[in-house]
């Protein structure tokens, strides 16, 4: 009987074993030390990232911060997709004139639309600001908030970047998605916090990024509400500008939608070094990266810091690459952090 | 042997079945009806809650809502706590004046400063809309926002309702907070959509109600970034207002805050019109409650819907009362769906 006891004692244990195991399997896997960071080189700016998840989420870190609390923004242009050689936000702008003005054929020989259906890039690159102004207002207002979503979500399912011949979703950092990922994963609520619009930029993000519209904040214009010929209410998207989310816009937009300082904020340019003084200026660990175009053979080479040529599309000047280096921001190398840049990537 | 095995093999069953039970506790527990909203009556208003709750979370309904989509929206004063005879941030507003006089003595003989000072009752209820604003602006801006936070934790956590001799926090209706609970359960994000300031709600939103700061909805005004004598950085509360967040101002601010149409939608007045119907008009289900303060006994009586006391505090006109008979929104009764209103009620 002792015998049949420990065969069966054996079978049981093993049985349980592999019931314990199936239950605990998600947790082992999650424990085992996967490179949560796969497309980055080793360096000090992947180890920046891991450092501060760790002291921020180990409960016996003197750095540690709440759950509740671990908040992570991501400028977009520039930080986690390709803005060069225009915004890509501009191109949809400038896409949509021919539409615009098939609504409304008086347009046809009014500047600037004259130009921008001209097809002349070099006319077009050389409208004045006001003008550029003009075309945002028609394109990006004037209409309903669910037409827009579905302008936007046309457009980028077949708008390509000529460079690449790829949608311009699919020109998205995969180092910066892992970020984001990382972060997820370890208790952040991450949020896209853009010059660009909002609006814009909700369509695509939960898709694209894991960040659901909520979690997007972003240049944005009021509403109206009103009724169609039926009675049924929707919302006007109005030219009257609440937020511009760019430079000290940044801070005050987050103060507006989240009501929370960042701990970790990631930015390219000029327009996001208010955002990263601010979470800087909190409590205990920050994280304040910057990420530097270095690379014109994968992307593009611009700063004009450290030499890089100069660029009007994500200003990246020398002053601000000695502020990070004086403060303690990460500067990431395009060309020397990140092992691949784009999913497609081998 | 094989009596033997048959033994250990119902020992083994025992022994699997107890793991797992301990592994599926908590989805029993789950699954087991407790009731969900304890503090309402049986009746149209709880049934309707959860039959939307069923229908918008069980996979095989029609009316399947995904997670992601799951959004509701509490207005708050008369809503989710009391706000009679006076909102308590207006409460709030008139208990710091003695602070910003003393800051300022200059204000000591301005009105209407001096008479918010001289403590009558009747004479500072009759002040004009106008000087009203002059209290809210003295007092809700001009200070960064850390200062106003945490003067609002100061009043929260000493004021009291002259009634129940009760913290304001404490007069929340506990039948909401079980909705609120309920909801979250089952999958919803829970917003506070309020006429009352963001910034004041987002204080206690996260203990009072389990919403998180950054799922605050209210009127907003704006910041300024500056820095500190010590080149510290800080934002400091404008005048200026971005978002007037009642009536059309509602649904202008879900879109702007959230950029989703919510599916459940709570008020009580007229403020709260717009959001409903905003809400209804969404395709599937959607739920839309209004609350009627029929209960003087308890807590108030007003309206003037249903011949209850005019107020100007919370309208709930007749013609609203007849608009939630026609769309199918649920007005509840606080005298007959609610079995007790409080927490601290038996």
Avoid at 170 to 178: A, R
């Amino acid at each position: 009987m002792l015998r049949h006891a420990h065969r069966f004692a054996r079978v049981f244990l093993a049985l349980c074993g592999l019931l314990a195991s199936l239950v605990l399997l998600p947790a082992l896997a999650f424990a085992q030390a996967t490179d949560p960071l796969p497309s980055w080189n080793e360096g000090p700016a992947k180890a920046a990232i891991i450092e501060f998840v760790h002291a921020t989420t180990d409960s016996g870190s003197p750095k540690f911060v709440p759950p509740e609390a671990r908040i992570a923004t991501f400028d977009q242009d520039g930080t986690t997709w390709v803005s060069h050689p225009m915004y890509s936000q501009v191109i949809y702008c400038l896409d949509r004139v021919p539409a615009v003005v098939k609504a409304k054929p008086e347009l046809k020989d009014v500047e600037p639309f004259k130009t921008v259906l001209s097809g002349n890039r070099e006319a077009i690159a050389k409208l004045p600001k006001q003008d550029l102004y003009k075309i945002l207002a028609a394109t990006l207002t004037g209409m309903s908030v669910e037409q827009f979503s579905a302008e936007v979500k046309d457009w980028v399912a077949t708008a390509k970047h000529p460079r690449w011949d790829k949608l311009y979703t699919e020109l998205t950092y995969e180092p910066m998605l892992e970020v984001m990922r990382y972060l997820r994963a370890n208790g952040y609520k991450t949020y896209i916090v853009t010059g660009g619009g909002q609006d814009f930029v909700r369509v695509y993000s939960e898709r694209v990024y894991g960040i659901p519209p909520e979690q997007v904040v972003g240049s944005a214009g009021g509403t109206t509400y009103g009724y169609d010929k039926n009675g049924k209410p929707f919302l006007t998207k109005d030219p009257k500008l609440l937020l511009n989310d760019d430079n000290a816009g940044k801070p005050e937009g987050i103060h507006l939608m989240i009501g929370r300082r960042p701990h970790a904020a990631f930015g390219n340019s000029t327009g996001d070094r208010q955002m990263l003084e601010y979470t800087q200026a909190g409590d205990g660990a920050r994280l304040a990266m910057l990420v530097l175009h270095d690379d014109d053979k994968r992307e593009y080479a611009y700063g004009p810091a450290q030499g890089l040529p100069d660029t009007k599309v994500g200003t990246f000047p020398q002053a601000l690459y000695d502020e990070a280096t004086k403060k303690g921001w990460t500067v990431i190398s395009m060309k020397n952090d990140w092992k691949r840049i784009f999913a497609f990537d081998q």
